[in-house]
């Protein structure tokens, strides 16, 4: 019989762990033993939720505010008038502006990863909602993108707010919670409070169990299924 590599021997370690549901530590753990690439990876949360996703009334969409950060930084830009292009541009928007960043982006410009809009903004922005709502990148009051409050919108996405929403197909909802270089209680933190989110957002017209399954996987590793019932145990992280 052939010499497993070293790679071979950690899958097979994995497929055993995942003949049990694990606590989150554990498969953190299992996730940091693999073989590193050349990259700091992402860590990702994935929930498959018991909602029907092709009713409107069930769709699962939100934000939350990880505690331990993204461990990437967030390029912001924002669209506004007047004196709220300044409160951007204090708060620390990579790009602010007017009809002319609109100009901009219509001609192609999306070197930033959200985009912020106040109300009165929003009409200079429904042309391009061919370019912006496929990148996901127009501006939704659900998700705290269009808002009179341009300052702290922008000082909330660089110190790691996110959005996450569920998929049209299935119904999960998945999200980066950090990177592989982040400490064990850091990732839990950020998982705890997406978890908490997660249960917040459950639709009152979702019947049954609401949370059916979670997996954590990294960017280049395998997917490990957790143990739905051991994951309130997490909000010691947020209180620590």
Do not use: W
Request: net charge positive; glycine share 8%.
């Amino acid at each position: 019989m052939p010499k497993l590599t070293k790679r071979q021997q950690q899958l097979d370690k994995v497929a055993e762990a995942n003949k049990e549901l694990l606590a989150a530590e554990d498969a953190i753990k299992i996730l940091k033993e693999f073989k590193k690439p050349k990259f700091d990876e992402s860590v990702e949360v994935a929930f498959r939720l018991g909602i029907n996703p092709k009713m409107s009334d069930q769709a699962v969409r939100s934000t939350v505010a990880l505690p331990g950060g993204t461990g990437k930084e967030v390029r912001v830009a924002v669209v506004a008038k007047g004196e709220k292009v300044k409160e951007a541009e204090a708060a620390g928007a990579d790009f602010a502006g007017s009809e002319e960043l609109v100009a901009k982006i219509a001609d192609g410009f999306l070197d930033f990863d959200k985009l912020v809009a106040t109300p009165d903004a929003m009409a200079m922005l429904s042309k391009l909602g061919k370019v912006l709502g496929p990148r996901g990148l127009m501006p939704n009051p659900k998700d705290g993108t269009v808002t009179p409050e341009v300052g702290k919108a922008v000082k909330d996405l660089k110190a790691g707010k996110v959005s996450f929403r569920s998929e049209k197909d299935g119904g999960v909802v998945q999200m980066a919670i950090g990177k592989m270089s982040f400490d064990d209680a850091r990732l839990l933190k950020n998982l705890a409070a997406v978890f908490e989110q997660v249960q917040k957002v459950k639709p009152p017209t979702c019947k049954g169990v609401y949370i059916k399954a979670v997996y954590l996987s990294s960017t280049m590793g395998p997917g490990l299924k957790l143990d739905v019932s051991r994951l309130p145990e997490l909000h010691k992280y947020l209180v620590a």
